[in-house]
Every structure is written in C-alpha cells, then in structure tokens.
C-alpha cells in the first residue's frame, strides 16, 4: 500500500459477469476458477505497473500512473481471458471500467468521487467490455495499443452521479466489439418503436397484462388472437409501460421476417447487440448476457416459428430474471406460459343505441373515428351515420384491423354504402397503410397468413368448419367435419389445434360444466373459409353434412318439447337457430322438399314457443309450395304446422284453407291423430270467426279422437282450449273446471309450458267471475315464472296483461301501466296482432282512468283497427266499449251510447256476453250517460246502434 500512485492516477475496476452463475455450474471448483482468474488478471496488471488496492470476492481494483498503461493491461487481460481454458468449459466474461482523476490517498488506499466514478463505469459494461472515461480517454487516444480502436458511445447518467458521463469503449481485434446497450439510468435500453398513433380502447387489457408481468411467478406471457387483433399495438404499449419495472432494459423482436425456428435465438441476439463469442453456442452467450439482468423481450409474430418454444423456455429457465411477452397466433405450449387471449374491441349495443358523444366513446367506434378523420379529416358522427358506423363495427367483430381498413374508406364512401358493401368484407377491406407488412395491408391477407400455417388436414376442418353459423358445439364439429366415430380423435387435436391457433374460439359456458363446448368462428374469418371451402369443391358435401346432422337434432328435440326436457331444448335449439336458418335456407335452394318440410314438422312448437312465428309461416309457405311429389303424410304434417302459425298470427283464412287440406290428406291417410289436430286448428278458426258453437263442436271432437288415440299431451291441451271457448261464453263454473283437469294432466306430463297456460287462464277466470285477488296472485306469479323458464314469449305476455288487469281493478294504476306495456312490447316482438288489439284496449283503459282521454282514444283507434282487420268480434265489441267510455268523458254522449249499442249486437250475435267483473263499471258509464242524454234520446241512439256496423258507428 505505500507504493500506490499519488497525484492524477488512472483507477481499473473489475469484475466476473455473471459470477453466481458460474458458482452454480461449478461448485466447489468455483474456487479454483476464482483463482486461475486473479492470477491472470494480476499477471496483466503487474506487467503494465498495476498497483492493486483491493480484492473483493471476483471483483479488482487497480491503479495506474499512467492512463495509457491502465489501458494496455485492461488490453492484455482481456486477450489472455478470451485465450484461456477454464474448468468444465466455463465461459469468464470480465467487465473493466477506467477513469482517470486525483483521489485521495488514505491508509486503506484511495477515497473520493473519481473512485466512485471508475466503479459506476465499470458497472454500466457487460462482460468482455472495456469502458473509458472521456478523460481518461483524453489522455490514451495518441497513444492506443497495437489493434485497438476506441468508440465513443456518447453521454450516459450513472447512479448517485449527478451528471451525464461521456463514454467511450474500446475496441480491441479479435475480440466481441458489439455488446448490449449500457447498464445505465438512461434506460437507452428500449429498443420499442415509437407508435404514429394512440392506443385506443385497451386500457383493461394493457392493465391486466401489466399486472401479470410484475408478478414474481409470471415469466411468460403470450397473447393471442387471430390476425388483425392488434396483439403487437397492444403488446408495444404493455412493454412501453414497464419500462421502469425492467431496469436493464425492454427490447422489441419482430419475428415476421423469419420462418426458420433455427434463426429466432439469432434474431433475438442481434436486437440485443450480441454477438456470439469464439467456440462459445450462440444461446449460451445469449443466457450468460442476460443470466443476471432484468429484462423484457418483446417477441412479436412467433406464429410461424413457434417450434422455437422450447428455445425460449429454456433461455427463461437460465435467466431467473429475464422475462418474455410474445404475440401470436398460436400459444407456444410451455410449461411458464400465461396464455391471454386478445378480446375484439368493444363493441356498442345496437338495441340501445346512445347519444352521438357516448358512442363516440366505444372503443370499436373511437378507433373507426380516428381512422377515418385520418383521411377525411370533416368525419364526424351524425345522426344520420351513426347507427352504420356502429353496424360496420359489429359486422368486422370489433377487429381493429378490419376497422381499419373500413374507416380508410371514408375518403370515398358514406358509412351507409360500406356497410350496404360489407357482405363481402375481404374484397371491400383493402388499402392498408404501406407502412405496415403486406399481410396487414388486407383482411383477407392476415387471415390467409394464418391458413397458410395449417397443414392439410387443419385447413380441410378450417374450411368445413366455416359452413356453421353463429357457431356450433364440439359435438356438431366431430360430426359434420368427420362423417365418422373414427374421425373424431382426429377433429378433436384438429379443432384444439385451430383455438390454439386463433382461428377458431372456444366460448365460455354459462352451465354447471357438464354441456358440449361451443365453438364460435369470427365472421371475417368465417368469410375466408367458406371462400376456401367453395375453391376445393368441398361445399356441397360439407353443407349436405350439416343439414343432417341439424336434421337429425331438430327430429330429435321434436318429442322432448312436450315434456319435462322442454326447457332444455328449446334453449338449445335458440342457441342453433342460426344453423338451422342456414339448413332450411340449404334445403329451400337446393329443391330438397322433403328436407325441408320435415325441418318445418319439426321445429313447429319451436318457432311458435320462441316468438319466431312468422318466420317459421314464411318457410313453411315456400317448402309447401315445391313440395310436389312428396309422402302425403310429410305434406299433411306440413300443413297442419302451418296452420297453426297462421292461426297464431291471426291468418285465420289462411289457416283455415291449410287445416281443411290437412284434414282431407289425413282423412285419406286414416290417420285418427292428424284428424284430430286438423279438427282443432278448424275449431280454432271457427272461434275466430265468431262461430262459438261450431267452434265447441270441432274441439269437442278433437277431443274425443285424442282420447282415443291415447294423446295424453294432446287431451290436456284439448282440454285448455274448451275451457278457452267456456269462458268466452261466460260459462266459468265450466271453463274452471277444464282448466283445473288441464293442469293435472299438464303437471302429470311435466310440460312447464302447459302448466304455466293453465294456471294463468285459471286466475284470469277466477278474477272474472269471482273477482278473488288473493286467490289469482300465487296462480300468476307460479304460471309467470313457467313461462319465463320456458321462454315463452306469449305465456309471458298473457300473464302481464293479465297482472295489469288485476292492478287496474286495484286502483294500482302505475303497475297496471307498467304491466300493461310489458305484454304489448312482447306481443309487437311476436306480431301477435290479436294480443296487439287486447294490450293496447286495456292500455287504452289505463290512460283513460290516469284522465288523458285523447291517448286513451287513440290507443281504442289503434286496437280497433287490429281487430277488425283480423275479424276478431269479440275484440271489435270490447274496443267499442272502450271507446264510447272515452267519448262520453269527451262530451260525445250520443255517439258514446251508438257505440255501446253496436258492441252489445255484436255479443248477443257470437255468444260472447260481458265478463261479470267488468259488469258495474260498464253499467255505472251507461246510467251517466243516460242520465246526460234523456231517456228518449238515449234509447234511440242506442236503437241506432245496435242496428248499424262497427265500421258505419266509427265513421260516425
């Protein structure tokens, strides 16, 4: 120690890179490296006239008199480390770092900020780098060792200094010149590229992630989706927002140039600035670099080098430290990876459409503005564009991509003619930005990159996998894709391999865990499939495959709808209907008439319990309509099925033309069932007309026949429908009755659906005739949740009528409104224009007792004309009822009692007398009337009425 230098000195620190590492991989013999590495280093020093101040561990400090010497033994060391061999083939990279300056001198050696200096430098350097001090550079540069060279590397802050240091590094021949950026404060670390636009819309996403990445137990990351996602926008604005949780660095690597898995170790080196070193594998130098740095990679686009997963899984395993968050379309199946599926952006809600400013604010919406005003910068959400904007968003399933590229088109088309154009979406999608890869330039380029990463047999399930709509169970897929029990194992690694790769979702089930799962292609991408499935002449078979297997479901849930399992298949034929739409449509086009009306036959109950009633009619028409040359039976089943609909839509002429056909096949046919069902519908439209005690006589035999032919479902419903007419005819002891033996045979059944229309038809005949509320409250509240269990859409809006009703007479005149308009939106829903006419009467009645006696008109008006375009009299006398207790609150009392008169002719003409509830009401409005009026006056306007029609007394 009283040899060391004085004055202006030049100070060597050294140290082991990675020295824990090595003790790891060692063990005890680390302690002979440690040694042969002091002798080597000390021999260097010695030679140049080094003197050592302190040995600390793997660490040296060193002082120089002469700065050109520091260099020259910093030199030599580095050559004779690289030259020499170490135990067990061990890698001992050295980082030195000079400065020269005046510390002062202590008994223990030196003190003071420049020793301080020299150690920060040293700590900035990787292993194998020399670093410089400007000054001490300032003195070496005229006087460099043989085959060295020096590279300034510009200004860097040091930790505890409080200014930028200039750098500089020597390079020396023959050794690794290219090494990380400098573990400084600078972070010059990023190598991100700066993004020309804002993030929109993943602020959840961007957090979540994050989240993960500052987890101890998270190394890996992966996110996922299909191409156009935005898996790298968003993966750039996660790492860019970690910057400071990674100290030694976040580094972007695009993969998209390479295809080899050999080149990605390669590829992420030279992001890094590593070169590999002499005799030295390239993932060796790359764990030993980054074996104690905390550090983020960013591996962008690894789906078509995914066979490098392992690779990467054993680079984590050797750098505790390190950690990873790679986009792409495929998971790379290791053990450390954190899968995150990319969601589409949100998406705005078309039933509730907000104001302009909030649904600027949807993200899907947001991003479509951005783009748009990019090209046309006078974009702006109106009312007039508003709804297609929000429409164009939803149809490109909130891909920023395609939003995109469809927001690009502005500059020439009004969001109303895109979204008239999108159904070929791939071809109207192009245009993208030059500046980013060709296969994001166009919709249909991202998704045929993904196509093009499938072998053969993946891209035969891809494409036949895109003929399901809406898509469809695991179940369905194994079935239409294989044709086989031997292709299932085959479709199920196929089908997990298409999720994996982001062409295909698997939906999150709502159950208890024991359903199919279900899988579900984005339309974008289901447009390319069935572009490729139409291309390999595979179309017709894969479509003949699912209108089978659909076929089949539907024949098979057919008998389930009339018992306990009702619920369970009518839910999961709503969740098929798109599937079924598209066999139906198949069957329609391709002239298969047999599969058509037998699709029909079965999905009747279907279509009339889920309110898609005139859908169904529709479909029915034109199977009927080519159906010649198929099976009576089929033909005769058919009819009847849409005859029923008719009815129900209030077609009563239609219905009553396909019943009658219906009934002549199956009379043919001998067939005592179809007979009896013909002769319901038929009674049904007798009803209609007016015709009660046609009506009793139809149903009354269908009755009978039903009996006979054992049907139990059918005598229960039977049985409902004449306690239906009784209680028209104001028989309610009787119509109670038939509604009670209804109910226990429904109940005996387990058909919900039944159980629920009897207890709701029995309330309402109890509370007509008996007025007993206490009574009815628990049968409509029981019958009400039936009906929303089973999703039944009219039980549900015959219960809310009802409830108003009740309410009403209550004088709760706010539920009975409430009430009221639920039954009449559901019954709009349906189009069920008899249940219109009814809603809207007793909403009419409602209004009427609030005192806005002009609504209450126009809402009479409005149900009249329903009524009386569907020739419901009954309805048509209730609605003039109605009407003339407004007029006569208007101060119309003459026309009010030519209204009552013509209401009470037409119930005295179909058997159909005032109900006994609404009996004192209806007699207090007429007596005030009268009594307005005169006798003399009241009576022939009455006498006028009574004899002239609805139509003539509404004219007035």
């Known amino acids: 120690m009283r040899d060391l230098p004085t004055g202006t000195i030049t100070l060597l620190f050294t140290d082991i890179e990675g020295s824990t590492h090595l003790l790891q991989q060692l063990g005890a013999r680390y302690a002979e490296l440690l040694t042969e590495c002091r002798d080597l280093l000390r021999a260097a020093f010695h030679t140049y006239h080094g003197h050592e101040v302190d040995t600390q561990g793997d660490a ?35 980082r030195m770092g000079l400065h020269t300056g005046e510390p002062s001198r202590v008994a223990e050696g030196y003190v003071g900020l420049d020793v301080h200096y020299a150690a920060r430098i040293m700590s900035a350097g990787h292993g194998g780098q020399v670093l410089l001090s400007r000054t001490t550079r300032d003195l070496v540069e005229q006087d460099l060792p043989a085959g060295v060279s020096l590279r300034d590397l510009g200004e860097y802050h040091l930790k505890d200094v409080e200014r930028p240091i200039a750098l500089s590094q020597a390079v020396i021949a023959g050794l690794p010149a290219d090494f990380p950026p400098l573990k400084t404060l600078d972070r010059r670390s990023s190598t991100l590229p700066v993004q020309p636009t804002p993030l929109i819309g993943r602020k959840s996403e961007v957090a979540t992630i994050g989240q993960l990445l500052r987890r101890e137990d998270v190394r890996l990351v992966t996110l996922t989706g299909p191409g156009g996602t935005g898996k790298t926008r968003l993966g750039l604005q996660v790492a860019s927002e970690l910057r400071d949780v990674f100290v030694d660095g976040v580094f972007f690597v695009s993969l998209a140039p390479i295809n080899d898995p050999v080149l990605v170790m390669p590829t992420i080196a030279q992001a890094l600035g590593i070169r590999d070193g002499v005799g030295q594998l390239l993932s060796t130098r790359l764990a030993e670099v980054l074996q104690q740095q905390q550090v983020l990679l960013l591996l962008d686009n690894f789906e078509q080098v995914v066979g490098a997963a392992s690779q990467v899984a054993d680079l984590l395993t050797s750098c505790p430290q390190l950690k990873m968050l790679v986009t792409s379309r495929e998971v790379l199946h290791v053990r450390a990876e954190h899968e995150f599926a990319v969601p589409p952006l949100e998406l705005p809600d078309l039933a509730h459409l907000p104001d302009h400013a909030a649904l600027a604010l949807s993200p899907s919406v947001a991003l479509f503005l951005q783009r748009a005003q990019a090209v046309k910068p006078e974009f702006q959400l109106t009312t007039s564009n508003a709804r297609a904007v929000a429409e164009i968003c939803i149809r490109l399933d909130g891909l920023p991509l395609a939003i995109e590229l469809a927001a690009a088109r502005m500059k020439l088309l009004s969001p109303q003619v895109l979204l008239a154009r999108l159904g070929r979406r791939l071809a109207i999608l192009t245009g993208g930005a030059r500046d980013v890869p060709t296969r994001h330039q166009t919709l249909r380029n991202t998704i045929e990159w993904s196509y093009h990463l499938l072998n053969a047999w993946e891209q035969r399930l891809f ?34 391999s298409l999720i994996d790769k982001s062409l295909l979702q698997r939906l999150e089930q709502t159950g208890e865990g024991d359903e199919e799962p279900r899988l579900l292609m984005l339309e974008t991408i289901r447009e390319y499939g069935l572009e490729a499935l139409t291309a390999s002449g595979e179309g017709e078979d894969a479509r003949q495959a699912h209108t089978g297997y659909f076929l089949s479901l539907a024949e098979e849930a057919e008998p389930a709808l009339k018992g ?8 999961r034929l709503e969740r098929e209907h798109d599937n079924l739409r598209a066999a139906l449509q198949w069957a329609l086009e391709g002239g298969r008439a047999e599969t058509a009306l037998r699709l029909g ?42 005859a029923r609909l008719a009815f129900i839509q209030s077609h009563y002429d239609q219905g009553e033309v396909l019943a009658q056909e219906s009934l002549a096949l199956f009379r043919e046919l001998g067939d005592r069932r ?17 015709d009660f005690r046609a009506a009793r006589v139809l149903m009354e035999e269908d009755l009978a026949l039903f009996k006979e032919v054992d049907d139990r479902d059918r005598v229960a419903w ?58 009815i409250y628990p049968l409509l509240e029981e019958g009400l949740s039936l009906d929303r269990e089973v999703g039944d859409k009219e039980g549900m809006a015959v219960a809310s009528l009802l409830l108003g009703w009740v309410a009403l007479k209550q004088g709760d005149v706010a539920t009975a409104r409430t009430r ?92 159909a007398p005032l109900q006994p509830i609404e009996r004192a009401d209806y007699e207090h409005a007429v007596a005030v009337v009268r009594d307005h009026l005169g006798e003399e006056a009241f009576i022939s306007a009455w006498a006028e009425g009574r004899a002239t029609t609805a139509e003539h007394v509404l004219a007035r």
Not at 60 to 78: G, P
Not at 83 to 90: E, I, Q, R
Not at 825 to 834: A, G
């Open 820 to 911: 009221v308009e639920e039954s009449l939106v559901l019954y709009r829903e349906m189009e069920h224009r008899e249940g219109m006419a009814e809603a809207l009467s007793l909403l009419g009645r409602v209004e009427a007792t609030r005192g806005d006696h002009a609504f209450a008109r126009s809402l009479y008006e409005e149900s009249l004309a329903i009524a009386k375009d569907i020739g419901d009299k009954e309805l048509i006398a209730s609605g003039l009822e109605g009407m003339a207790s407004v007029v006569a609150g208007q101060g119309e009392p003459a026309w009010a009692a030519r209204l009552w008169g013509t209401a009470e002719a037409l119930r005295e003409a179909i058997g």
């Open 463 to 496: 494409r036949w996998l895109s003929v399901f709509v809406g898509g469809c169970t695991l179940q369905a897929a194994e079935a239409v894709c294989t044709g086989s029990d031997d292709g299932v194992g085959l479709a199920l690694d196929g089908i997990a």
């Open 60 to 94: 040296i400090f060193t002082a120089f008199a002469r700065a050109s010497d520091a260099l020259s033994a910093a030199v030599a060391a580095q050559r004779k480390l690289a030259l020499h061999s170490w135990p067990d083939a061990a890698m001992v990279r050295i």
């Open 564 to 571: 306990p399992l009702l619920v369970m298949w009518l839910d």
């Open 718 to 775: 039977s049985l409902f429908t004449l306690g239906l007419l009784n209680n028209k005819q104001g028989d309610y002891t009787r119509a109670c009755t038939l509604f009670e033996e209804s109910l226990t045979l429904f109940r005996e059944l387990g058909n919900k659906r039944g159980i629920a229309a009897s207890l709701t038809q029995l309330a309402g005949t109890l509370f007509v005739s008996q007025g007993n509320q206490a009574m």
């Open 601 to 642: 036959i079965a999905l009747e109950r279907f279509w009339v319990v889920r309110g898609h009633r005139i859908e169904g009619l529709a479909f029915l028409e034109r199977a009927l309509a080519g159906s010649s040359g198929v099976a009576t039976d089929l033909r005769a089943k058919a009819l009847l099925a849409a």
């Open 674 to 690: 179809g007979i009896a069902l013909s002769l319901d519908r038929l009674g049904m439209a007798a009803w209609r007309r007016g």
